[in-house]
């Protein structure tokens, strides 16, 4: 199973609550000059992207990937936050023309939107709280009361994996769901790995740990509206990245360790 490590750079971001985050919106501009383009994020999926309360900005690597996609594709940001679940009728609708949210790709959100090429490989994981030895597998879950965030494949996947044989509680929030586990107001948190570690071996250490192998391999893509004239300049943007190793310099900032190329 592949250990996520975090390095925060000396920022203070602690999981922030939607009443916090929700609404609140940010101006991120890129370096390079051309046309405002609407981008919606989700304020809260650490560290993907999450409000440093020290500047008020937001941050993470989903920022850094889209401020640098930006820069080279020739458009600058205007960037609002809205709640997750919000998103993508956001972009199909055309009140924001690109979203950026630790959004996996699927075949049903494909019909509405357009994605870019994948930008980040991840899947989902089980995280339980400390005492708890009776869960190893998605299995073991049967019976039990799951934690997941509305609008979620994560919620689709219990859906589909567990159905009635076990109390699926959809919240709004990422810090919903894990206060709930914490509470003991559910057995588990079913969520994406990235941000599942992420919040064991922070404010979950010594409650909270992550149990299970990696379910349902996913790619994260970057959300366009139908037809978006970005869609292109936004993969050739991408492709640079990776090749000249800004895309490397940008994961090792927030997970410690550059991604494999096997």
Do not use: C
Request: without cysteine; aromatic residues 12%; glycine residues 8%.
């Amino acid at each position: 199973m592949k250990k996520f490590r975090f390095k925060l750079n000396n920022y203070k971001l602690p999981l922030l609550t939607p009443a916090l985050a929700f609404g609140l919106a940010f101006s991120a501009t890129a370096t390079a000059a051309g046309p405002t383009v609407n981008v919606a994020t989700d304020p809260s999926f650490v560290p993907f992207e999450m409000l440093d309360p020290d500047t008020g900005e937001m941050v993470g690597f989903d920022m850094d990937i889209i401020n640098a996609v930006a820069e080279r594709a020739g458009f600058t940001i205007n960037l609002t936050t809205m709640e997750f679940a919000g998103i993508i009728p956001a972009v199909q609708t055309g009140n924001q023309e690109i979203a950026i949210a630790g959004i996996t790709i699927t075949e049903e959100r494909a019909e509405i939107v357009d994605f870019s090429d994948p930008y980040y490989d991840s899947g989902l994981q089980i995280i339980v709280r400390a005492d708890n030895d009776s869960v190893e597998a998605i299995e073991d879950l049967a019976g039990m009361s799951i934690a997941t965030r509305i609008g979620s494949t994560s919620y689709d996947f219990l859906q589909q994996t567990l159905g009635d044989d076990a109390d699926i509680v959809p919240y709004p929030g990422n810090s919903d769901m894990y206060m709930a586990l914490l509470g003991r107001n559910v057995d588990a948190a079913f969520y994406d790995a990235p941000n599942v570690a992420y919040f064991s071996q922070t404010r979950g250490e010594g409650r909270t740990k992550v149990v299970g192998p990696l379910y349902e391999g996913q790619q994260y893509g970057i959300v366009f509206h139908k037809g978006s004239e970005w869609v292109e300049p936004t993969n050739q943007a991408l492709a640079e990245m990776r090749e000249d190793g800004t895309y490397d310099e940008i994961y090792e900032k927030w997970f410690g360790a550059a991604p494999s190329s096997d």
